[in-house]
T-cell receptor, first 115, second 109 residues
Framework: GAVVSQHPSRVICKSGTSVKIECRSL??????MFWYRQFPKQSLMLMAT?????????EQGVEKDKFLINHASLTLSTLTVTSAHPEDSSFYICSASQQGTYEQYFGPGTRLTVT | GQNIDQPTEMTATEGAIVQINCTYQTSGFNGLFWYQQHAGEAPTFLSYNVLDGLEEKGRFSSFLSRSKGYSYLLLKELQMKDSASYLC??????????FGPGTRLSVLP
């Protein structure tokens, strides 16, 4: 149990375009979802925390107008990178947790390359 | 502020024992996670310590000292497949996770 999927696994887009990444909890209801970004040989950097039905809480330095997060249901959260630039190229990982539990379950990640 | 520190890289020999240390200073600390991450993949859960002491799980053990803000992950009988990054993460009240920089472990034959 506790499987989280992400789609797409890899995406290449042109500079200036927008990209949407989906994160789904397949067999449990995720009251909270987390979005991380990871640059090569670096650790995970939390971008934002989203609770179902409410606005996401962004970490300091993360532009909320550039990284749009929607958590419309208990099984789906989306991250949209708007007007992507080459410096947005990174590995984006989501994780999900259930209410009252401490563990977070990670998705397989999405490798974004902006050309 | 919140700060978590780990060694950047470690090297060990197959069959040996290695200890990866993690020190933390966070607000509202609740517990300490350890994750394993292979290159290009998402992290996988290894352990979670809330109370002081050592928790053993097969070849992997994790220790926590809340008073010292210190944890370590102990890997025994190292195998080549253990070559990966090991991330410690503090779990704070309010479901806030703060990850350390990660330790890249290389296991040599």
């Amino acid at each position: 149990g506790a499987v989280v999927s992400q789609h797409p696994s890899r995406v290449i887009c042109k500079s200036g375009t927008s990209v949407k990444i989906e994160c789904r909890s397949l067999d449990f209801q995720a009251t909270t979802m987390f979005w991380y970004r990871q640059f090569p040989k670096q650790s995970l950097m939390l971008m934002a925390t989203s609770n179902e039905g409410s606005k996401a809480t962004y970490e300091q330095g993360v532009e909320k107008d550039k990284f749009l997060i929607n958590h419309a249901s208990l099984t789906l959260s989306t991250l949209t990178v708007t007007s992507a630039h080459p410096e947005d190229s990174s590995f984006y990982i989501c994780s999900a947790s259930q209410q009252g539990t401490y563990e977070q379950y990670f998705g397989p990640g999405t490798r974004l390359t902006v050309t | 502020g919140q700060n978590i520190d780990q060694p950047t890289e470690m090297t060990a020999t197959e069959g040996a024992i290695v200890q990866i240390n993690c020190t933390y200073q966070t607000s509202g600390f609740n517990g300490l996670f350890w994750y394993q991450q292979h290159a290009g993949e998402a992290p996988t859960f290894l352990s979670y310590n809330v109370l002081d002491g050592l928790e053993e799980k097969g070849r992997f053990s994790s220790f926590l000292s809340r008073s010292k803000g210190y944890s370590y992950l102990l890997l025994k009988e190292l195998q080549m497949k253990d070559s990966a990054s090991y991330l410690c993460a503090a779990y704070n009240y309010g479901q806030n996770f703060v990850f350390g920089p990660g330790t890249r472990l290389s296991v040599l034959p």
